[in-house]
């Protein structure tokens, strides 16, 4: 009865979602030298953010504040542009938090502290429950039956989590629950994270994604800024305090609702950014950027269709294949296999680009040779460049990965723009 759409729909209208979007993204390295995390274009066509704001959306939550802090005027740009048709006068809203030291000397000193430097603006929407996001993870989630959950299990905080390799789990908040769902252990970061079952080789890990009820996270907040030794953060300290006084609950995140597994990725690495993105040039990526019923909304500039020209017998011919191209991209006598092109990108004559992420209006110029590689927005490849070949050579000029994905950005190339990235 408690899943049933109208309560469900009761229950996501009285939601004030925070997304979570100041990080650095230090882990991206060059890709964040101009962006905060959340604003690096993912997909082809969409921001990262674009997947916890179009969720929100999707899930009937359209109230939404987004907090900014770390080179946010990208990230600020995009969602002025492509996140301004909710309608206020029926209560809809994506609200921008910039750190601002609205109670606070200083700038957002840890997740609970930037909520905590914004809670005037919280109770003033006067919610019965507040969605904790974050800004920097790729996924599709309805969070109207996580929210059902929580009311369900009578909880005070509900923490969303997914299975995740053992080997990996050191990068999220690690968790142990009992036979009823209880969290009794919080460990974030932890060096030597506990499996989920003894001797096994995955953890449960916490997504970043928390549903509080609206008094309770007051009340915690206020008490954690009290905390002179608090690193005023959720995963180290909020949740970790909150576990043995309180009712926290875990819930597993299984899927979009669309039948397909459970797909959620942190995109924090340059290689797992480019894993992620060439995931999508598979015949059936486990995200489905296709699925009308769940749709990823985001803002684009009005390009005209893709177009490849010129078909030679000297090689000289406009292709892609096992790729995605976007809008505006003119494949000018290139060859594109197992790429993912952004849009207004082009690549000129006998030019080959292989296994390669381009984002927006980059030119290749004639006779390159690309492969393995993130090519970073506006980026004017040179005449006969050769990357993604000899990694010694790459490693002199450009960002070589553990993986050996070879990073460029416009300054490598000795390029400096300035436009909004």
């Not at 009937?60 to 900014?68: D, E």
Request: contains cysteine; proline residues 5%.
């Amino acid at each position: 009865m408690d899943q049933a759409p109208r309560f469900v729909s009761q229950l996501t209208r009285n939601t004030l979602a925070l997304i979570l979007a100041g990080g650095r993204g230090s882990r991206l390295k060059h890709l964040t030298m101009w962006r905060a995390k959340p604003a690096v274009p993912f997909g082809g066509k969409f921001r990262v953010i674009d997947f916890p704001l179009s969720n929100c959306v999707n899930s009937g939550i359209r109230r939404i504040g987004v907090l900014t802090q770390y080179k946010a005027h990208s990230l600020i740009h995009h969602i002025q542009k492509g996140w301004g048709t909710l309608r206020g006068d029926f209560g809809e809203f994506v609200e921008l938090l910039p750190a601002q030291q609205r109670i606070e000397s200083s700038w957002y000193a840890g997740t609970a502290d930037a909520v905590y430097q914004n809670l005037d603006i919280v109770r003033n929407h006067d919610p019965d429950y507040v969605l904790i996001l974050a800004g920097d993870h790729v996924y599709k989630m309805d969070y109207g039956p996580m929210i059902a959950h929580h009311v369900r299990k009578g909880a005070d905080l509900t923490v969303g989590c997914v299975h995740v390799p053992l080997d990996r789990a050191s990068d999220f908040g690690v968790m142990a629950t009992d036979d009823m769902g209880r969290i009794v252990r919080f460990d974030e970061k932890p060096a030597d994270p506990i499996p989920t079952v003894a001797g096994g080789n995955t953890a449960l890990a916490s997504m970043g994604i928390y549903v509080f009820s609206a008094r309770f996270l007051y009340e915690q907040l206020v008490k954690d800024a009290d905390t002179k030794a608090s690193r005023h953060d959720f995963g180290h300290n909020v949740i970790p305090g909150a576990i043995d006084r309180y009712r926290v609950m875990a819930y597993a995140f299984s899927g979009d609702g669309s039948g397909q597994s459970a797909y959620w990725r942190d995109v924090g690495t340059l290689d797992a950014y480019w894993e992620a993105n060439m995931e999508l040039v598979g015949v059936t990526p486990e995200l489905n950027l296709y699925d009308t019923s769940w749709p990823i909304w985001t803002y684009q500039e009005q390009y005209p269709p893709a177009k490849f020209i010129f078909d030679e017998d000297d090689g000289r011919r406009g292709m892609a294949v096992d790729s995605m191209v976007s809008g505006g991209c003119v494949i000018s006598g290139a060859r594109i296999r197992h790429s993912l092109l952004f849009s207004a990108v082009h690549a000129h004559s006998y030019a080959e680009v292989i296994d390669s992420v381009v984002m927006g209006s980059v030119d290749i110029g004639r006779h390159s040779r690309i492969r393995r590689a993130i090519i970073d927005k506006g980026c004017r490849i040179p005449e006969g460049s050769v990357i993604g070949w000899d990694h010694d050579e790459d490693a002199r000029r450009y960002h070589v990965t553990p993986e050996g994905v070879v990073v460029v950005t416009p300054e490598m190339l000795g390029q400096e723009l300035h436009y909004v990235r």
